[in-house]
């Protein structure tokens, strides 16, 4: 069964940094582009990273380009997303999805994983 499990989540001040994992298991999703979104307490899903299968082309949300960035290794089957110069509105659950499309925020994405929470304090 296919899978995807985040990690990296947890509590960092405000300016710090976290990396967040996203391994696959269950098939390979080295063909599929993969994507990180949120979501924080009574707000939408945010769409953060996409990342296309040859890690050649990304795409970010207007609310993190030029602090994130979304990288994989796809011998590993992983994805990262680096944080950077944290804010406390970047609190979220975090999750990690895969589609068969670009990678960008308009893909389908048909695989989630459970998500993993960012809190950054002020």
């Known amino acids: 069964q296919a899978q995807l499990v985040e990690s990296g989540g947890g509590l960092v001040q405000a300016g710090g940094s976290l990396r967040l994992s996203c391994a696959a298991s269950?098939?390979?999703?080295?063909?599929?582009?993969m994507g990180w979104f949120r979501q924080a307490p009574g707000k939408e899903r945010e769409f953060v990273a996409g990342?296309?299968?040859?890690?050649?082309?990304?795409y970010y949300g207007d609310s993190v380009k030029g602090r994130y960035t979304i990288s994989r290794d796809i011998a590993k089957n992983t994805v990262y997303l680096q944080m950077n110069s944290l804010k406390p509105e970047d609190t979220a659950v975090y999750y990690c999805?895969?589609?068969?499309?670009?990678?960008?925020?308009?893909?389908?994405?048909?695989?989630w994983g459970q998500g993993t929470q960012v809190t950054v304090s002020s």
């Open positions: 269950g098939r390979t999703f080295s063909t599929y582009a």
């Open positions: 990342i296309n299968w040859t890690g050649t082309s990304t």
């Open positions: 999805a895969a589609t068969v499309g670009s990678g960008s925020p308009y893909s389908r994405y048909d695989y």
